[in-house]
Nanobody, 124 residues
Framework: VQLLESGGGLVQAGGSLRLSCRTSGDTFSRSTMGWFRQATGKDREFVAALRWMLDSSLYAESAKGRFTVDRSADRNTFYLQMNSLKPEDTAVYYC??????????????????WGQGTQVTVSA
């Protein structure tokens, strides 16, 4: 397994969760990493991405001001801190990686490696 997500669960509206994506060794240390989500019956949508140099990030409008992406010092774990969660944030959240050196992107088709996902459920 190259990307392994964890940290999902059930939380009440207004609560917080921190998702983690652990990568295999240094394979993705120079990759832009992204978070996507897919709610039941809906298409997969972009949430946030972090450039491998940690110098820039990109957020979906729905995530701005509430979610933050970060990475461990060794670049082997990628995080999504989610605050002020809403019921509409309920989805399976996926971690994804672009090829090395690739820039930020909000397009799922440009990410070449995917995790299996972790369920986030926000109750009203």
């Amino acid at each position: 397994v190259q990307l392994l997500e964890s940290g999902g669960g059930l939380v009440q509206a207004g609560g917080s969760l921190r998702l983690s994506c652990r990568t295999s060794g240094d394979t993705f240390s120079r990759s832009t990493m992204g978070w996507f989500r897919q709610a039941t019956g809906k298409d997969r949508e972009f949430v946030a991405a972090l450039r491998w140099m940690l110098d820039s990030s990109l957020y979906a409008e729905s995530a701005k001001g509430r979610f933050t992406v970060d990475r461990s010092a060794d670049r082997n774990t990628f995080y999504l801190q989610m605050n002020s969660l809403k019921p509409e944030d309920t989805a399976v959240y996926y971690c994804a990686a672009r090829d090395a050196w690739a820039p930020l992107s909000d397009r799922a088709s440009e990410y070449t490696t995917w995790g299996q996902g972790t369920q986030v459920t926000v109750s009203a």
